[in-house]
Structures are given as C-alpha cells and as structure tokens.
C-alpha cells in the first residue's frame, strides 16, 4: 500500500516552544520568511525581536543546508534569487514546514540560472563560446554574466552573490574552492614615444621607483602583487595617480600620464596597433595566476559542473591564442584547491614543461 502525504499547512506563530523551533529548523524558516516579506534585514529584525546579525546568521545556515544562495544582498535590502523564490512559496503553501515537522529536511528547489563574474579587462573572449556551450549544455537555464575589476570579483564570490568567478591572483579564502587556468608575465605598460619604450629588455622593480607609475588601489590583485614583490626586494612602489579602472588607465598612459603594470593579454590590441608599448617586469619574471573560483557551499549544486565548462572553454581559447603569452596550467595530481595565498606548485603546459612556482 503507497503512502501518501497531505500538505498541511503550519502556522509557525503557534509553535510557542523555542527548543522546538530550533530543533525542527523552523527559525531559520520564519527569519527567511520575513525577509522575504519585508525585503529589509533591520525591519525583520524589529519584527522577530532578534539583532540583524542573529538573522544574517541563520540565514547562512539556510542557504548553507541548501547548498545555494536565497537572497541577493544589495544597498536597498534584499531580492530573492529563484531559490528563494522557490522555497518562499512551498512555505507559504504548507509543504517545507509540514515536511520539518515530519523530520524531513525540505528539498531544495532547482536551480533556473547560473551566474559567473569575469574580469573587465580580460574576460571578452571568454564570453561568446561560454554561452553557446552553455545553451548546449542547460537549455532551459538562464546564464547571468557580471563584469568586475580586482577585488569586487572576490567579495561577489565570497558574499555568494556569483556562483563562479575568474579571479587574478586571489589570496587565501578557506570559503573558496580554487582551481588554476593560467599564468602570465606582468610588465611595464608605456607610452610609445617614452624612454622606457625604446629598449625592450626586461625591467626589475627598482627600475620603476621614482617613475610616475598610474596604479589600482591596494584591495586590487594587481597592486597586492606588486607591494609583495616590491616588498620582498626591500623598495617601496609610489604611484602619482591611483584608478581602478583597466580602460582609464590605458587612456591615461596613452596620453603620457604615466606608467602602468598590467599583463600583456590586457594590452595586446594597444601593442599590436602601436598605440602602447610592453617591457617585461622582474627578473626573473613576475607571474601572476588566473583561477577558477566558487563558494565550497554551493559544491552540491550545479556549480562545479558549470566551474568544468569554463574551465574547458578558457583552456581552449588559450590553446587558440586569446590571452597573448598565457599558459594553460594543469593542476598537480591528487589537488582540487590550490592555496594561492603561499607558493603553489603548478604545471604549466608549454613546450618546456617545466613546474613553476607562483608565489
């Protein structure tokens, strides 16, 4: 004889005892519910008589019984994501709650869209074969493509607004499973009439002190590699102008402002034309890693089956030329997330073959 289960619907006010709340998951759906309700964390808080941190906490927990995001977080309040729309209305109509109540844990909705950040200054060629593959693959998914400079790709990632980022460089994040897709020579970035332009040997950090270098803030890879190199051969990099912004800072140096540090694949156009020049940096070279990046809570989701696609897609297109003097790197054996924030031991496939460390 089947079993069948009637929805009930649960009125959560009446569950008065708090234990039983908390041992059935009942809080965290109510706070979750509000939340939904109101869209606005300090008005829930008012609302359930509980501090705004009490609530970010157990809506953590939620997201990460899940296994995926339920709210985007954004300066007006908060949106549901599909998720959370999902699950708002099986509480609503009484399924989740009569579920807990029967000890069963409520099954997350399926996923509707998958989202990745990528860098601005280097993530166009990526973008095109990444959406036809992903079509091919999830037809009746939706693809959420967002476009960031230096760190706002990592707090995105880590406040679990993307499901997956290409990140530069990234420091040490335990919330991060990280996997390593290339690696490439940062250099001088001058205008093409300047005296660094007309020699083409490779520069060391010193050379650059005292130069009207146009750099990113520190939260931004780009300046977190350099202080470390800088700092590491005992010299101090001052810039005269500070942007964050790839495209801003190429005008500028095109229009003999200073000085930039970027790797060559952000200026290979500029380089090809004319319009800038490219000097080496470091002796020997100073390398930077391009990773592939998700939030180890969304690991049962669809996430790194989708994190496989673009990973498969960036080593194709590096393989064809997209990304000029990148090299495709293959992880070591027996590892799946590289701490980047130490040495990490890569090998890079190239005609060489050698293993680099990126430090």
Known sequence: ?????????????????????????????????????????????RELNLSQPAISLQLRKLEEGFGTQLLWRHGRGVTLTPAGACLRDRLQNGHATAGLAAGRQPRPCPPTRLSLAIPADSGLPLITPLARMFRQRWPDLTLDVREGNGADLEEWLLHRHVDLAVLQDPPAFAELDTTPLLTEALGLVAPVHSALAR???????????????????????????????????????????????????????RGGLGCTVLPRSAVQDEIDSGALAFRPLGQPPLICARVLAFHRAASNSLVPAFAEVVRESVIALAHGGAWAGAEVVRPAPMSTALPLGNATTMHVASQSNEEMAIG
């Open 199 to 253: 020699d083409v040997r490779p520069l060391s950090l010193r050379d650059l002190i005292g130069d009207s270098l146009i750099l990113p803030s520190r939260p931004h890879w780009i300046r977190r590699r350099l202080d470390s190199a800088a700092q590491q051969h005992g010299a101090e990099l001052k810039p005269v102008l500070q942007v964050t912004s790839i495209a801003m800072t190429k005008a500028m140096v």
């Open 1 to 45: 004889m089947n079993a069948v289960t009637f929805p009930v619907r649960v009125d959560l006010s009446s569950l008065k005892s708090e234990a039983r709340e908390k041992a059935l998951g009942l809080r965290e759906l109510r706070s979750f519910l509000s939340l939904a309700s109101t869209g606005n964390l300090g008005r829930t808080a």
